[in-house]
């Protein structure tokens, strides 16, 4: 049978990870237009930007 987790347990063992993707996505929406413009054509930076993000 399953252990039993209290919610604080829980909550203190899930946090890091949480954290952890909210800077990822950060550190990725700050440097994602030098993506862009690095990888993508600059005919249309509003496109070179958004194919950066998919």
Known sequence: ???K???TRLVWITSPE???EYY???VF???ASYLA???FPETDPLTSLLT???
């Open 37 to 39: 413009n690095q990888f």
């Open 24 to 26: 990822d996505f950060s």
């Open 18 to 20: 949480g954290l952890l």
């Open 5 to 7: 987790i209290n919610g």
């Open 29 to 31: 929406a700050l440097i």
């Open 52 to 54: 950066t993000f998919l």
């Open 1 to 3: 049978m399953a252990r």
